[in-house]
């Protein structure tokens, strides 16, 4: 199936940032770019104009990430499946390109940290490893290595601002200086006066007098770093809530403190009592500064990045993000600039071409598994686990809740061109048909066919039939007239989703086979099948109005847009940072839809003109 001229399609925006990635966002030297992780890749997006490019290497999420002192490397490593390796890739800045690929640490990488000369990359394993190495940068030789810690787990490793024969580490019950004698690290127990602490960042003063430890119980120790002796502990009672996750350095010797209440202070390096703070959303994980500068950049938790200023701590929201997998994206029917999201316990509605949502809502503690929008545009749908299906209106309000409507969580919903229906279905396989009257709704039918989660439903434009898929490896075709199962469809594969050509006669489905395959609704039998051994495992289809053009998203995370009548791929997109999870064509906006299980949500420009 693969088109000898498949074209690559253009990136419109990109929304998303792992903000549970340590000190995940950084600035670069050159103050052109921000750089920041999401899913495998590293993001590099130009403040000016937005425009972004990508370092693709890393075969799982990236854990961490450090950027040299001249600019000139980043180096960043990734978490693995239990027991595999997990690599450090060096990258060169200039040429976009992969210097060294370091295969050592086992299941995740903790932390990296370049010395000032950028000569040496000290690099170290999680708690499957609790390994410390150094590396010669140049010569991507390893020069040493040894066990991080005693006891208690490393987290960070923090590099001396001037001396390269210097650095430090840090974790739950372990902070140590590291110093190198004879081609060999060796360490020194920091004593802390009995203090237990868990340290999170460290911070050590260009003269390499004092160490500052952030702890997670919201003080910060000063170290004297000759004597390795606490010196003092500071704010005594006034500590920061939920611990400090980020500490900065000023060259006035003044602190920035990022806590994970979501406090942003600038302390004074006498007392750290803070001389200036905001309060932002969600917890900081970020602060990403260059010296002179008049603002700075903060990352969050929950993929929040805002841009501050230093001499009022004035905060702007610059963009959001879901922080896990994106489960559903809804487009309106009409005319219109929104989508719909959900990931987790939020359904987000954004606007295309702004990178924040417009309106967040959010059901704690349960999460959202489908969205629709009813065909006036004027409320959302939404499939949640708790076996609820609730619908919102366009300002968050909660318009209807039907408590209750499956037994093993609502799984898949959509609703009719009259507005008067509702379909769901369930983690039990079942399928219901929703009356929706004024104020209130009542069960008109429940019919029986799968015996697992259906998984996929999408509604034939004349609201006379629907078709689903579900993990019991059947294709369902529901007469939603006489309500039952019209047609069943199995083939040797697990279907994962499914569409209406929209003249209602044929059905594509894929699944985890590689194959799309065409389906004459009437009698159930298979037309064509076109295989894309690329993809591997599809997991989302979505067709235009026309039906000229379909696209698909899946397991080797490129979205491909495909012509019906051909059954060939026309044009694909480079690979998203994870798994798409699903895809959506606007062609009123001439617009796709991308997202992933990084959270990521890929707006690309739809190639053809709609006929």
Not at 154 to 178: H, I, N, P, Q
């Amino acid at each position: 199936a693969m088109g000898s001229k498949t074209i690559p399609l253009e990136l419109d925006a990109l929304i998303g940032f792992n903000g549970q990635v340590p000190f995940g966002l950084k600035l670069h030297p050159d103050m052109k770019h921000l750089i920041y992780p999401l899913g495998s890749f590293i993001v590099l997006k130009r403040i000016e104009d937005g425009k972004l490019e990508f370092l693709d290497g890393h075969s799982n999420n990236v854990s961490c990430i450090s950027v040299s002192k001249s600019g000139s490397y980043i180096a960043s490593g990734q978490v693995n499946f239990m027991g595999f390796q997990a690599p450090v890739i060096i990258w060169n800045y200039a040429e976009r390109t992969i210097h060294v690929e370091l295969r050592i640490h086992n299941t995740k990488v903790e932390s990296v940290a370049f010395s000032p000369s950028e000569k040496y990359l000290v690099t170290l394993g999680g708690k499957d490893d609790c390994r410390i190495f150094v590396w010669n940068v140049e010569t991507k030789q390893l020069i040493c290595r040894n066990k991080a810690s005693a006891q208690g787990h490393c987290l960070v490793v923090e590099y001396s601002k001037t001396d390269d024969t210097m650095f430090a580490s840090g974790g739950s019950l372990t902070l140590r200086v590291w110093e190198f004698v004879n081609e060999r690290i060796l360490p020194t127990e920091c004593w802390t006066n009995m203090l237990k602490r868990y340290v999170s960042c460290i911070e050590i003063s260009d003269d390499n007098r004092y160490m500052y430890c952030a702890t997670s119980s919201g003080d910060i120790m000063t170290i004297d770093v000759k004597g390795k002796v606490l010196s003092i502990c500071a704010p005594g009672k006034a500590k920061f809530n939920h611990g400090i996750n980020v500490l900065k350095l000023l060259e006035s010797g003044d602190l920035l403190v990022g806590s994970g209440s979501g406090i942003l202070a600038l302390c004074s390096k006498t007392n750290f009592k803070p001389v200036r703070e905001v309060q932002l959303e969600n917890a900081v994980t970020s602060i990403a500064f260059s010296e002179g500068e008049e603002q700075f950049y903060v990352g969050t938790e929950e993929a929040q990045l805002y841009r501050l200023r230093f001499k009022d701590f004035a905060a702007e929201l610059i963009s959001t993000g879901h922080r896990s997998s994106v489960k559903d994206v809804a487009l309106p029917h009409a005319t219109s600039k929104l989508f719909a999201t959900c990931s987790g316990e939020e359904v987000r509605v954004w606007m295309v071409g702004k990178p924040k949502e417009k309106l967040r809502i959010t059901v704690p503690n349960v999460s959202c598994n489908a969205i629709d929008f009813m065909h006036d545009d004027c409320s959302i749908i939404s499939a949640w686990s708790d076996g609820n299906i609730r619908r919102f209106g366009m300002k968050g309000q909660l318009m209807v809740v039907i408590n209750n409507a499956h037994r093993q969580g609502v799984t898949a919903i959509a609703a009719t061109k009259d507005g008067k229906r509702i379909i769901s279905g369930g983690g039990e396989g079942k399928m219901h048909v929703w009356e929706l009257l004024p104020h209130a709704y009542k069960i008109l039918r429940i019919m029986v066919g799968h015996r697992k989660p259906v998984s996929c439903l999408k509604m034939k434009s004349d609201d006379k039939e629907c078709v689903t898929v579900s993990s019991d490896g059947f294709c369902i075709i529901w007469d939603l007239v006489d309500f039952h199962p019209r047609q069943k469809i199995k083939t040797d594969t697990l279907f994962r989703t499914v569409c209406y050509h929209p003249d209602g006669y044929q059905i594509v489905t894929c699944g985890t086979d590689g194959k799309v395959i065409y389906w004459d609704v009437l009698g159930g039998t298979n037309i064509r099948e076109r295989e894309d051994t690329e993809t591997g495992v599809y997991n989302s289809i979505h067709i235009t109005k026309d039906g000229n053009h379909f696209v698909t998203g899946g397991e080797d995370k490129r979205m491909k847009v495909w012509d019906y009548m051909q059954g060939k791929i026309t044009h694909i997109s480079i690979p998203a940072g994870a798994n798409i999870t699903c895809t959506r064509i606007c062609t009123l906006n001439r617009i796709l839809v991308s997202a992933s299980e990084d959270g990521g949500i890929w707006l690309w420009k739809f190639p053809h003109l709609a006929s």
